[in-house]
Structure formats: structure tokens, C-alpha cells
């Protein structure tokens, strides 16, 4: 009993974290089409502010993962590892392809930015040319298949339990 509720907690976090990071998401598409500076501002602040429920959500539904696969004794078969090795890997890819990128403009945009992992206060905005630029650099969609198509194969993973 004890460990489908484990169960049930890893999964209701991991709605919660697909949830309030997918404000973050819809603010990628719209970044793309968005020419109005203070728009942009305000949709990337918007984002930052998801960001704690993101990351507490995200450490709940890890920390109820891990218990639960030593309740089902599931550490000694290999789709456990792989789906721990593949969430590191979207941590690690989004970080490159997304969070650099939308740092750097929010910097640029001058407005209070994040350098890995850490806050820093706002400097002079350089040009809105300039923010243009950097926000063309990100790719949504690519950020998009990197972090539902591996959530789709860890969830096979965690369904199927091929191996």
C-alpha cells in the first residue's frame, strides 16, 4: 500500500512539474513572434516566475521515484538507470538549448537574470536589436522534443519495463 502511494506522489509531481513548466514553454513559442520590448520583458519574467514550482516539483517527483524504485526493488533492472541517465540528459540539454539562451536575453533585456543557477541583479538593456537576436537563437520546438519526447520514453520506460 504504502508503495503505491509513493507511486502516486511521484506521478502527481510529475504533473505538477509538467504543469508549471509548461508556462515556460508556451513563453518560448510566443518569445518567437513577440516584437514589443516590454512584452518581452514581462513574458520572460513571467516564465522566472514558474521557476521555484518547476524546481520544487521537479525534486519531489525525483525524490518519489528513487523511493519508490527501492520499494519495487526495481534498481537492478536497466530501465531504471536508462531513465534516470535520460532525465539527466533533458536537465543538461535544456540547460544548453534553452535556459543559456533565455538568460543571455534576459540580461540584454535588462532585467534581473540567471547564470548558472544563480540570480544577479538587472544591467543597462542593450538594444532591443540585440534581444531580437538572441531570442532568434532559441528553438521551442526543439526544446519542445527534447522534453516531451523523453518524457514520452521514460514514461514507456516506467510502463513497459522492457529490460
Known amino acids: 500500500m504504502l508503495y503505491k502511494f509513493i507511486v502516486f506522489l511521484h506521478v502527481i509531481f510529475v504533473f505538477g ?3 508549471s513548466h509548461g508556462v515556460s ?9 513577440e516584437r514589443n520590448i516590454q512584452r518581452i520583458r514581462d513574458l520572460l519574467d513571467l516564465s522566472a516566475a514558474s521557476y521555484p514550482a518547476t524546481t520544487y516539483s521537479m525534486y519531489a517527483f525525483l525524490l518519489f521515484g528513487v523511493i519508490a524504485a527501492f520499494q519495487g526493488g526495481w534498481w537492478r533492472f536497466g530501465w531504471v538507470w536508462t531513465s534516470l541517465i535520460l532525465g539527466i540528459l533533458i536537465v543538461v540539454l535544456m540547460a544548453v538549448f534553452g535556459a543559456g539562451i533565455y538568460g543571455e536575453a534576459r540580461k540584454a533585456a535588462g532585467i534581473r537574470y540567471n547564470f548558472k543557477g544563480k540570480w544577479f541583479a538587472p544591467e543597462p538593456a542593450k538594444s532591443d536589436e540585440e534581444v ?3 531570442l532568434a537563437k532559441a528553438n521551442p520546438t526543439l526544446l519542445t522534443v527534447i522534453g516531451y519526447g523523453g518524457f514520452a520514453i521514460i ?3 516506467m510502463t513497459a519495463k522492457p529490460y
Open 25 to 33: 514553454a508556451g513563453v518560448a513559442f510566443a518569445l518567437k513572434k
Open 155 to 157: 514514461t514507456w520506460l
Open 132 to 134: 531580437f537576436m538572441l
Open 17 to 19: 512539474y509538467l504543469l
